[in-house]
């Protein structure tokens, strides 16, 4: 879990107003925990529960609604996250500047992302996402799959007759 440090109100301040939002204390304590995060996705429970870590009381649903306030003021990047329950929406602080030619590979275990820029590759799959009907857009590609270190305490765990996480 992580801690929420005041010496970060300064940047969240600034992001809340460069989208003309005002800084509410719900707004501050999701931007700081998302903020936290290395730039890897968080969905609303994990928010909520970081929250509830720090002692901030906000309700689920107040977490939902800024969520979808800050990704539509373009504040956030949001992503889908397939899981046995369905897709769960993870959330991101969009990067300062984002490269046209580049996506983030994600671990759906561990969550670890990566930042690879690489024009052919975004180029194929904008390809590949028109063939079948769909476009890309302006948001950051992103790609799940599982990190080696996930694949290999996986392994490990079927050799001791554990269930693969």
Sequence with gaps: MQDIHPQDNGRVFERLRTVRL?????RICILQVLAGTQRQ???ADSIYQQLLHIGMSVSLGTIYRV???MEGAGLLLREREASASGNKA????????????SCYLVCRVCE???LVQDAPLVEQLRQAAATYGMEIGAHVISVQMRCSHCSGEAQA???KGLRPG
């Design 22 to 26: 005002r800084p509410t204390s719900a």
């Design 112 to 114: 670890r992302s990566v």
């Design 41 to 43: 996705a968080m969905n």
């Design 67 to 69: 969520l979808k306030e």
């Design 157 to 159: 765990g079927r050799g």
């Design 90 to 101: 993870r959330y991101l602080i969009k990067p300062d500047q984002v490269e046209a030619d």
